[in-house]
């Protein structure tokens, strides 16, 4: 199918940006690395009157190391976090995005933004606690990942807004694992710990319509429990749904195997 007819326009800065998606009144959308958006409007699934093109606008495909933080701008294609050296758990978890094709397209912003449950960025966000920073037309705001993702591919982001950039903190170890069926597809089970600041984070992607953070097994690897007592915790935390690709037992089991397997690879530490 081909998608239904829509005005362009590309956009120089970010104020033209939203201020374009104002003025479409709902019925704009953002066109970034067009890997998630082009198949939703091909599929007529999205009909928006109005398509803003960022791709051109300055500033926004650098990814600079802030202190304890690496930020992304939103344009910085999957690819170019693989090569990075200042992120090594978000080079980690952008090999498994997709194909050398998505990778080369697809945006940090445009993950973020699509927020699916599976996909990695989000996972990564959410279990850095990353700040999501937003221009809309009354300004700017930041919100941290924890309370952005709101749903499976539903964000905080009201509709003239957009992601500038994403601040996330460089954990001092870190552990990242996954499962999908074919090398590229979205991960049935991802999971990624990190140590930021003393403390450690899980965060479970699959299963779920939002990134998990389970809150009991969190509690328990940093009061030093066994790994086993860890991954049962955090399988038994999860709400996972029955599709074609796998079964909510399935998953929960495949989740505890994968919190052992990303908490045995913990020794990792992060570039200086
Ligand atoms: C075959 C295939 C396999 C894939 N496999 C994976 C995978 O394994 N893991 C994975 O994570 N992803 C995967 N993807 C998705 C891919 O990573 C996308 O690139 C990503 O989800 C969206 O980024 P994008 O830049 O292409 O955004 P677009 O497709 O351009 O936009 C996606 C959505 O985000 C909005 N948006 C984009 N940028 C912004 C912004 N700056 N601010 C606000 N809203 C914005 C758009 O309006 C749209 O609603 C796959 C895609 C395909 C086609």
């Known amino acids: ?22 003025e479409a009144d709902g019925d704009g959308k953002i066109l970034a690395g067009g890997q998630s958006l ?20 300055p500033g926004l495909a650098t990814i600079t190391p802030t202190g ?5 701008g939103a344009l910085v294609r999957h690819a170019r976090l693989v090569e990075q050296p200042h992120h090594p758990l978000l080079a980690e978890a952008a090999r498994w995005i997709g194909h050398t094709a998505i990778r ?16 990695e960025l989000p996972v990564v966000a959410a279990a850095l606690e990353a700040t999501v920073h937003i221009a809309g037309p009354g300004g700017t705001r930041a919100e941290t990942a924890t309370s952005f993702f709101a749903g499976p591919l539903e964000t905080t982001l009201a509709e003239d807004e957009m992601i500038t950039a994403v601040d996330l903190p460089v954990p001092s170890r870190w552990g990242f694992a996954e499962f999908s ?8 089970v991802l999971v990624v710990a990190a140590e930021v600041a003393g403390r450690w984070r899980l965060a479970i992607g699959g ?23 860890v991954a049962a915790a955090a399988a ?28 045995a690879s913990h020794g990792k530490r992060a570039a200086a």
């Open 1 to 22: 199918m081909k998608p239904a007819p829509f005005d362009y326009v590309r956009a120089h800065s970010v104020d033209e940006a939203v201020r374009t998606l104002a």
């Open 38 to 57: 082009m198949p939703v409007l091909a599929l007529r699934m999205a009909r928006p009157r109005v398509l803003v093109d960022v791709n051109r606008i």
């Open 68 to 72: 304890s933080d690496v930020r992304l």
């Open 104 to 119: 080369s397209r697809g945006t940090s912003g445009g993950s973020i933004a699509h927020a699916d449950p599976s996909a």
């Open 181 to 188: 069926r074919r090398h590229g597809d979205f991960g049935l």
């Open 207 to 229: 299963v779920g319509g939002v990134p998990l953070r389970p809150a009991e097994a969190e509690q328990l690897l940093n009061d030093g429990a066994e790994v086993d007592a």
């Open 236 to 263: 038994a935390e999860t709400q996972p749904q029955s599709d074609i690709h796998a079964s909510a037992d399935y998953r929960r089991a495949m989740t505890a195997e994968f919190v052992r397997r990303a908490l």
